[in-house]
Every structure is written in structure tokens, then in C-alpha cells.
């Protein structure tokens, strides 16, 4: 029961520090006049405007929906991995604690989220929209470079990269310390069970940006 209620307290700090870090990042990266000036490109001034009126008056679901996907994501990811365990050891260990476990791991994320803001606002001061939208810290994408490149082959260059990479080191870590066993073994349950399933993940999104693009 301690455990749950641990994970709750988690569920909700996770949510705060993700809507306080997207909204300072709005803030001061000034997101609304970057989407401004980009949709005056196609549309009327009062076209915009309009858009900009019914997005602050259903702004409030972006309270809801972001603890709603964090909840979703951690607890598949949790199922995932606790699959995988269950198949490589025949029997049953505390889900609970792997979904705490899943749940502290998502701090990297946010962790990516503030890097990013930072680099921005402190280096790369001089950006458009599409830096920010394809800008992914530490990753693939950003030795390569977006421009020139498919726009399907983007977000699989997002996901490669060291926040990602810090997620599963860290999850096998703590698999194989519930499972008493050491992070090599804990590597091997999260590298057969959630980075094929993150592959899947990346697989859909390539699919569908390549026939809807």
C-alpha cells in the first residue's frame, strides 16, 4: 500500500514538473509568436486569431491530458518490462515497484526537456520553429542535422540519443536489482522487452508520417 501511494505522490510531481517545465519553456522561448508568425504564412491575421482564441479556452485540458499520457506511457512500459521478467524468470515480482521504477526513469525526460530550454535560451538564441521542433538534445538528429533530410527519417534520429539511452541503463538497473540479480541481467530483460517494443513504437510513427505527409 506505502508503495503505491509512493507512486501516486510520483505520478503527480512527474506531471507538475512537466507542465512548469513546458510552460516555462513556452515563456521564454516565446512559442506563441514563433506559431504566430508561422500560421500568418498560410492564414488571415484574424484567421490566427481565432485559433488562438479557442486554444485558451480548451487550455485546460493540457492539465488533464499531460498526467493522463504520463500515467498511460509508464504503466505500458511497466507492462512491457514486467513480461519480459516474468518470461526470463517464470514467476512473479512486484509490479508496483517496477512501475516506481518506470516512473523515477521518466525524470530523464523531463531532464531532456530543460536542456533543451536552456540550450535555447542561453546558446541558440538566434532560431525559427522548426529548430525547436526538430531539436532533440544530445541526439543523432543534431550531428546530422534536419535540413535536406525525409521528414519520416526524423523522429527515429530524435529518439537516438544519450537521454534515451540514460532511460534504459538506468531502468536495467533497477530490473535487475528487483529481480536480485546484477544490471547486466536487468539490461538484458529491458533490451529484449522495451527496446524492441520502442522500435515497434518508432516503426508506427515513420509508417505514418511517410503516408500522411
Known amino acids: 500500500m506505502e508503495i503505491k501511494k509512493t507512486n501516486y ?3 503527480l510531481l512527474l506531471s507538475i514538473v512537466s507542465l512548469i517545465a513546458t510552460k516555462t519553456g513556452n515563456h521564454l522561448l516565446n512559442i506563441e509568436e514563433l506559431y504566430y508568425n508561422s500560421l500568418t504564412i498560410n492564414l488571415s491575421a484574424h484567421q490566427v486569431e481565432r485559433i488562438f482564441e479557442v486554444q485558451k479556452k480548451i487550455q485546460w485540458l493540457y492539465y488533464i491530458i499531460v498526467p493522463i499520457v504520463i500515467l498511460l506511457k509508464t504503466i505500458i512500459i511497466s507492462c512491457i518490462v514486467y513480461i519480459g521478467i516474468i518470461l526470463s524468470e517464470n514467476k512473479k515480482w512486484s ?10 526513469a521518466e525524470f530523464v525526460f523531463v531532464l ?25 538534445p544530445l541526439s543523432a538528429l543534431n550531428i546530422i542535422g534536419y535540413k535536406g533530410l525525409e521528414n519520416w527519417f526524423i523522429y527515429p534520429l530524435q529518439v537516438l540519443n544519450l537521454f ?5 541503463i538506468y531502468l536495467g538497473f533497477k530490473v ?8 547486466d541481467y536487468g539490461l538484458k530483460i529491458v533490451g529484449l522487452s522495451y527496446v524492441p517494443s520502442l522500435l515497434l513504437w518508432v516503426t508506427i510513427i515513420m509508417f505514418f508520417i511517410l503516408n500522411y505527409t
Not at 122 to 135: E, R, V
Not at 164 to 168: K, P, Q, R
Open 176 to 183: 535487475g536489482k528487483l529481480a536480485n540479480a546484477n544490471t
Open 112 to 136: 531532456a526537456n530543460i536542456t533543451k530550454i536552456a540550450w535555447f535560451y542561453f546558446f541558440q538564441k538566434n532560431y525559427n520553429l522548426q529548430d525547436l521542433q526538430y531539436f532533440y
Open 9 to 11: 505522490l510520483l505520478l
Open 95 to 104: 509490479f508496483s515497484l517496477l512501475w516506481n521504477y518506470t516512473l523515477k
Open 164 to 168: 534515451e539511452l540514460s532511460y534504459v
